[in-house]
Nanobody, 124 residues
Framework: VQLQASGGGLVQAGESLRLSCAAS????????MGWFRQAPGKEREFVAR????????YYADSVAGRFTISRDIAKNTGYLQMNSLKPEDTAIYYC??????????????????WGQGTQVTVSS
């Protein structure tokens, strides 16, 4: 499976962006798609996840209530809708897939496939 993240850009604080993660190859219903981000000088951190069957949705505290994760099975694509963006959301955002192992879903080590990342910059 290959993942292609897109949708990043430069926005002002308070604005919105929607990231997409297009997958080539079969995604099974027990897979989990996650979004992570990495700011300069910091470790990659968990943002959100969703089971490909639509369940198992979870958000990091820092984005809960502002970000919404979803997926479109027909398009084989996952999404991260980001509202009320803050300067501290500035990072490279990565999508990833867990092949249904359901362990370490909040850690980078829990994911088997990674997209290349898309830059999100939020100005104050």
């Amino acid at each position: 499976v290959q993942l292609q993240a897109s949708g990043g850009g430069l926005v002002q604080a308070g604005e919105s962006l929607r990231l997409s993660c297009a997958a080539s190859g079969r995604i099974f219903s027990n897979y989990v798609m996650g979004w992570f981000r990495q700011a300069p000088g910091k470790e990659r951190e968990f943002v959100a996840r969703i089971g490909w069957n639509g369940g198992n949705i979870y958000y990091a505290d820092s984005v809960a209530g502002r970000f919404t994760i979803s997926r479109d099975i027909a398009k084989n694509t996952g999404y991260l809708q980001m509202n009320s963006l803050k300067p501290e959301d500035t990072a490279i955002y990565y999508c990833a897939l867990n092949r249904g192992r359901y362990i370490s879903l909040g850690l980078t080590t829990g994911y088997d496939y990674w997209g290349q990342g898309t830059q999100v910059t939020v100005s104050s």
